[in-house]
């Protein structure tokens, strides 16, 4: 009955909040610029297309030309893709596994509880990066959606401590012991009365996942453990310090990777803040 | 007291077992065949890769059943043997890491901490205060979504290269021998200032975010309300929130250890510090997987013993633990 006003409280708000317009804007403009990019280059990622070599940007050229005369634009622009694909995939994972096993844990309590939060804390000790590394190390043949396999899989445990968290605190609350007092079967409480009450709080943590999964694909590229094929932005500087644009001042060739990483995940972490805002009446700035 | 260490280091036990067995499992598990791999690169004739195939399955130990292959690893592990390392042949792996664990140390411990003091300071002056809060919590979100590498990269190019004040590649100059004396020192410092800046920098961040944050949501709580009605002055209540509000950061500290070794590796890899991290980078692109697997039970080793610190550092900040009340579950 009243969630229709609800929902339009929520737009109101998500409308006035700058932290949130910022956000969305930087993602949905390198989103657009992913899809829309490669429209405005003739090139492949690693086709030797200007035989100058290195050049700064040129109207030809506009993100200028690396040491083998490959176009950085259309590298950039591939790269976003892979960017992208991570951070749904691996993010996606991430949270998808994180919220199971942390609504278990905390909506059976118990010894399921027990043993799934003795997992957790072990996985969450294990530095991420270490085990992915010594994964990616072994596998003959890595691409970009393996990568954010393995990316979401070992970056779900802070999700489901979170969760069990949260799922702890909703289960004890009045109108969940009254469903179950009035014999309401568990599957129903948990999609009726307890997941709507989380499903902001979901979101939240899917976009910090995304943007986690994006740097940790970033780390693996950059020590040469990415994708074998295509292009990644991680890979971009991989190759740039890898050829000494550092030295040589190739400035173009690696700053826009970096920038455009650095964008993405900063526009999820303000994003992030300006939902909290919306959808938690205490921290609203009005 | 007891309880909640015996229980943390039955989770850092368990932790370390459980890493130890993937880092055994990995190699011997995953499709394709490492030692091939090796050999594939060595460009050898058939009849001579045959005998290197037997020779390295049998030094590496793998002709003998799955479960006394574990078994070996272990009783090896426990004598300090983690192999052999191909790509610098003949050291042992442990002799390699050994040489390069003191400067991860004397980057990350330096870079960790004053962030993490520096962040909390800033972070819990910009709580609730309008000017402060508008610069320094963009500026928070900015750098903890920057790269590490990228920042380290930057940092080389524009210090290292346009202006030139700072080295950027090795721990000292290639010129000087390592001894004790002002000149090395210095020369130490200056190769060291810049990749410890990138990390400190990010870091500093995460952390400022995190505690304004927190600050926050203490001021809101009910002892800080209660005092703020008994007239007590502001700088006492915050006083308080601070004390709080630490808490958790402390808690952070040992669970973001994981992401600070993964910055570590890369920006070691910008500067071609001697590190760890860049270790294992020479590792990968030689395909040597002892030295890699070391380095790998090196890093959850280090995070595990920073780990146990921390919670004994818990102790000694948040009295109920000490009292039994557990003030922070397991």
Known sequence: MTEPKKKNEFLYFALRNNKLRIGLTVVFFFLVLTFVGPQFTDYTPYAYVNPMGAQPPSSEHWFGTTMFGQDV?????????????????????????????????????????????????????????????????????????????????????????AVRAQTFSLRSREFVDLARLSGMNTWKIIFQEVAPNMMSYLLLVFILQFGGAILNAATLDFIGLGPMEGISLGMMMQYAVLWGALHLGHWWWFVPPGAAIMAIVGALYVTNVGLDEVFNPKLREM | MRRYFGRKLFIYALTFFLAATIDWMIPRFMPGDPVQNMLSRAALHAEAAEVMHGYYTRAFGLDVPVWQQYINFWIALFHGDLGTSVYLFPQPVLQIIMRAVPYDIFLLLPAILLSWLAGNKFGAFAARSKWLDNTISPLGYILTATPYMWLGILLAWFFGIVLGIFPIAGAYSFTMRPHLSWAFVGNLLKHWFLPFASLFLVKFGGWAIGMRNMIIYELEADYSHYLEALGAPRKLVRQYAYRNAILPQITGLGLDLGVVVAGALVTEVVFSYPGIGYLILAAIQNQDYFLIQGCFLFIIIGVLLANFIIDIVYVIVDPRTRTGMQGETV
């Open chain 1, 73 to 161: 634009f259309t590298q950039f622009v591939f790269g976003l893709q892979a960017t992208f694909l991570v951070g749904i995939v691996g993010g996606g994972l991430g949270t998808l596994i994180g919220v199971v096993v942390g609504f278990v844990a905390g909506y059976r309590g118990g010894i399921v509880d027990e043993i799934l939060s003795t997992i957790t804390n072990i996985v969450l000790v294990i530095p991420t990066l270490a085990i992915l590394l010594i994964i990616a190390a072994y596998l003959e043949v890595r691409g970009v959606f393996t990568e954010s396999i393995f990316i979401g899989c070992t970056a779900w445990p802070w999700t489901a401590r």
